[in-house]
């Protein structure tokens, strides 16, 4: 199981609340990148697959507002994500810009 990042103490508490859903796995995944445990690709490619996944199959619709619009958020920055240099538009993130967009909106979702 991966580690859910400390810096929130009740990150935990809000974990146990959706152990049993699939959208406690996208925000593993979000907390996990914002820790440095997963890189800004994996994360990436990961969360979007898992999201469209979700969106698919109509969990997306059965989390509370402020979770789907948090969990929305955070697939529109892994969406903006590009890893090349080269081929990066100026609207686009690089690693450290999207870990700081991810960390801002779950700090948001946090202290809501």
Same mark, same amino acid.
């Given at each position: 199981?991966?580690?859910i990042i400390p810096w929130h103490?009740?990150?935990?508490? %809000?974990?146990? /609340?959706?152990?049993? +859903?699939?959208?406690s796995?996208?925000?593993?995944?979000? +907390? #996990?990148?914002?820790? @440095? /445990?997963?890189?800004? +690709?994996?994360?990436? $490619? #990961?969360y979007i697959d %898992?999201?469209?996944?979700?969106? $698919?199959? @109509?969990? %997306?619709? /059965? $989390?509370?507002?402020? %979770?789907?619009?948090?969990l929305s958020s955070i697939f529109c920055a892994a969406d903006m994500y590009c890893a090349d240099d080269e081929l990066r538009?100026?609207?686009e993130f690089d690693e450290e810009q999207l870990k700081y967009e991810v960390s801002t909106i779950l700090k948001k979702y946090l202290s809501d």
């Open positions: 199981m991966i580690q103490a009740s990150v935990r508490k %809000l974990y146990e /609340k959706w152990s049993f +859903t699939l959208s796995s996208l925000f593993e995944i979000a +907390t #996990s990148f914002v820790a @440095g /445990k997963i890189s800004a +690709t994996s994360f990436s $490619d #990961s %898992l999201w469209r996944i979700e969106r $698919d199959n @109509g969990i %997306l619709q /059965k $989390d509370e507002s402020r %979770l789907s619009e948090c538009e100026v609207y």
